[in-house]
């Protein structure tokens, strides 16, 4: 047990009620390659079997370490896994999800050999029902694979935030303060404590291959959740926050960030039921005309259609939602009606123009 006063990685695996799920994630942890590992199981309170499942699992690997804790929420979860972690690296697997046998060895050998504070790689997107399929995230292609500073090829903000296909500098964080914002019951922790890992990063590896399989098909996972209609928007407001605190970073990254935001806004918008919907657009369309008024927005980190549609949501956020909701039926012709009714056949034109050339 020598070793494992300081693993190679601590492994962070946040647990409420997964009892269906569970097992495979923790059979996944402990057949990783690199067996160096100590997995820190964060019980919020479960009330189903997942307790018993842990135990069963701790009591027969001592690798497996248990923190029972009142429910309080996955971002008081996370840091209180940080506190208790001892590895050379921060690793973090989902209790619904599960890794790949090599993924902690090859993000480790990566980070190691890059001599990064962090390594990310790529995941599957991952269904169980009707019939298990999984599709390559994307999150890393070849074009954003290597060994860079992430400010120096800003794409990368772009991405899915996807900690979970990651690893992390313990000291890294340390030094830096990198945390989980605590919100009680809210989501999308993981979209400030990205941004903060990819902004102070001086060296990251990005490796073009899927470690993890994100599932799809929980019922319960936050994204099915309406109760948390603006917790993207407390992500963004504690990377503002970050951002003040950060001067220097905040001159490269306050546009970079209003083109995450609106991905992002976009994003939680389409999950939420449409009386929910409705406002979130207008709290959305506020935020962004003050952005808009602070000078904060470079539209030429916008794609054509992007820009138009958030010049719509600011002017009229409730005919922006009918208009997006149509624009999202199937046919491409909904799209040409959509942008033709915000810019004409110019519009289209370079819609169709930027698409065709792959831009986000």
Known sequence: MASMQT??????????????????????????????????????????????????????DERIRIIDKKNSGYGASMNRGLDEARGTYIGILESDDFFEP?????????????????????????????????????????????????????????????????????EFLLQHGVRFLETPGAAYQDCSFSFKTLALAKRAVFLDEPVLSYRQDNEASSVNSPGKVYCVCDEYAEIERFLCEHPDLRERLEAIKSRMKYDSY??????????????????????????????????????????ADLHALIRDPKGFGAAHDELMKPGKLNTFKHYYRLGGVRLVAKVLAEKSRGRA
């Open 7 to 60: 693993p190679k990685v601590s492994l962070l695996v946040p647990v409420y009620n997964v009892e269906r799920y569970l097992e495979q994630c923790l059979d996944s942890a402990l057949s990783q390659t690199l067996s160096d590992i100590e997995v820190i199981c964060i019980n919020d309170g479960s009330t189903d079997s997942s307790p018993e499942i842990l135990d069963a699992y701790a009591a027969r």
């Open 102 to 170: 090599y993924a902690l060895g090859h993000l480790v050998s990566a980070a190691e050999d890059a001599s990064a504070d962090m390594a990310k790689a790529d995941f599957w997107f991952y269904w169980s029902v009707p019939s298990e399929r999984r599709e390559r995230g994307q999150v890393v292609s070849a074009d954003i694979a290597g060994a860079y500073c992430p400010l120096d090829k800003p794409d990368i903000f772009y991405q899915k935030p996807s900690i979970w296909s990651a690893v992390y500098k313990r």
């Open 266 to 307: 976009m994003w939680n918008y389409e999950r939420l039921a449409p009386e929910l919907g409705t406002k979130f657009l207008e709290r959305a369309s506020q935020e962004f005309a003050y952005d808009l008024e602070q000078g904060n927005i470079d539209f030429s980190l916008f794609p054509a259609w992007t820009e």
